[in-house]
């Protein structure tokens, strides 16, 4: 079983930054795939961002250019680092894991974090 804890969300004014970080537990960090994906309000659970295994990433459009995904398998973390936020990124924003390292099938999910962006 793999433990994630999200933490960095935040209020945030409209153009700032937030870096999102994710910890996990277990010593086969390196061999999954770690997504980011989010919920605001009435909305169903999107797709936000995903690290393979291998190092390849992957962005939803709609933060693409302002969103960047990066690991330190020595720390098992994955980060999200959230530039120009918009109010529209409201959400919570959840950690996952794939442990077959592709990012196709989700099997471990944190327990989400509250990044608010303000107009």
């Known amino acids: 079983q793999v433990q994630l804890v999200e933490s960095g969300g935040g209020l945030v004014q409209a153009g700032g930054s937030l870096r999102l970080s994710c910890a996990a537990s277990?010593?086969?960090?390196?061999?999954?795939?770690m997504g980011w994906f989010r919920q605001a309000p009435e909305k169903e659970r999107e797709f936000v961002a995903r690290?393979?295994?291998?190092?390849?990433?992957a962005y939803a459009d709609s933060v693409k250019g302002r969103f960047t995904i990066s690991r330190d398998n020595a720390k098992n973390t994955v980060y999200l680092q959230m530039n120009s936020l918009k109010p529209e990124d409201t959400a919570v924003y959840y950690c996952?894991?794939?442990?077959?390292?592709?990012?196709?099938?989700?099997?471990?999910w944190g327990q989400g974090t509250q990044v608010t962006v303000s107009p």
């Open positions: 690290v393979r295994s291998g190092g390849t990433t």
């Open positions: 996952a894991a794939d442990r077959r390292g592709l990012g196709v099938r989700w099997d471990f």
């Open positions: 277990g010593r086969t960090f390196s061999n999954y795939a």
